[in-house]
């Protein structure tokens, strides 16, 4: 009797507060920009791609987030007549996230996690593949609440994942629930 009393408290204290349970979450979407080092070929590719993030601040200080991105289009080179076209088709990325509020409006942080992305080549006259390869990711930025619930968020990540290495830089606009 008394576990279900318990439990009919806790569960009457959680609905009466919806918003307490979104509390802490945000989400934000943008534009990242990379400049991709890849094995085997000359020079850096750049691409582009949308990127989403959601996360959750467990405390003022540390938070955990996850980010997908997907590839706008691709870098394309000919050199004697042969045209070589890369391009990002995903980057998923699960990141711990220490940050450092600056006052009420502003805070930066640095994160590190794990990455997994897939490139796609594709070589006029030879054909084409698509290889997916896991490594780290990790990274420095900033926010600035524009509003209690609105943010832009600016940052800079570094992405050593197995044959290729990329600096990427994003633009994005996000909301805290």
Same mark, same amino acid.
């Given at each position: 009797?008394?576990?279900?009393?318990?439990?009919?408290?806790?569960?009457?204290?959680?609905?009466?507060?919806?918003?307490?349970?979104?509390?802490?979450?945000?989400?934000?979407?943008?534009?990242?920009?990379?400049?991709?080092?890849?094995?085997?070929? +000359? *020079?850096?590719?750049?691409?582009?791609?949308?990127?989403?993030?959601? !996360? $959750?601040?467990?405390?003022?200080? @540390?938070? /955990?987030?996850?980010?997908?991105?997907?590839?706008?289009?691709?870098?394309?080179?000919?050199?004697?007549?042969?045209?070589?076209?890369?391009?990002?088709?995903?980057?998923?990325?699960?990141?711990?996230?220490?940050?450092?509020?600056?006052?009420?409006?502003?805070?930066?942080?640095?994160?590190?996690?794990?990455?997994?992305?897939?490139?796609?080549?594709?070589? +006029? *006259?030879?054909?084409?593949?698509?290889?997916?390869?896991?490594?780290? !990711? $990790?990274?420095?930025?900033?926010? @600035?609440? /524009?509003?209690?619930?609105?943010?832009?968020?600016?940052?800079?990540?570094?992405?050593?994942?197995?044959?290729?290495?990329?600096?990427?830089?994003?633009?994005?606009?996000?909301?805290?629930?």
């Amino acid at each position: 009797m008394k576990r279900t009393l318990s439990s009919l408290a806790v569960i009457t204290a959680i609905m009466s507060s919806p918003y307490a349970l979104a509390e802490g979450w945000y989400a934000d979407a943008g534009y990242t920009h990379f400049s991709a080092d890849i094995e085997g070929t +000359s *020079g850096d590719s750049d691409l582009d791609a949308i990127t989403g993030r959601l !996360g $959750y601040d467990l405390t003022p200080n @540390f938070g /955990v987030e996850g980010e997908v991105g997907f590839g706008l289009d691709d870098d394309d080179s000919t050199v004697a007549d042969v045209t070589t076209s890369i391009g990002l088709n995903y980057v998923v990325g699960l990141y711990g996230k220490a940050q450092m509020p600056l006052g009420e409006r502003a805070s930066l942080y640095a994160r590190a996690g794990i990455v997994n992305a897939e490139l796609e080549a594709d070589v +006029s *006259g030879i054909g084409s593949t698509e290889e997916s390869e896991t490594g780290a !990711g $990790y990274g420095v930025g900033g926010t @600035f609440d /524009v509003s209690e619930r609105l943010y832009v968020r600016g940052d800079y990540t570094r992405y050593d994942i197995e044959d290729v290495e990329s600096d990427a830089f994003t633009l994005a606009v996000g909301m805290r629930f």
